[in-house]
């Protein structure tokens, strides 16, 4: 609560507040994501024929995976 109000009276008094950054994916970490993705997607089209063959619900669950990966890398 004490942070709360410090900040409220820096922003009263015209101070410049700085927020945190977002998390970010370096870019070796972004191009073994990429990787991932390739990886997975062309796994599913051996298993499946084709890409046009693989289920929704399948490709949703991939992705979802991808996405968890992402999200497990962001600092």
Do not use: C
Not at 39 to 64: C, F, H, K, W
């Amino acid at each position: 609560m004490k942070l709360l109000l410090e900040n409220w009276r820096k922003l009263l008094e015209g101070d410049i507040l700085q927020f945190p950054t977002q998390p970010r994916v370096s870019d070796e970490d972004m191009a073994a994501v990429i990787h991932l993705d390739t990886a997975v997607a062309g796994l599913l089209s051996n298993i499946y024929g084709n890409q046009s063959e693989i289920p929704i619900d399948v490709i949703e669950r991939m992705d979802a995976l991808v996405d968890a990966v992402e999200g497990s890398l962001k600092k």
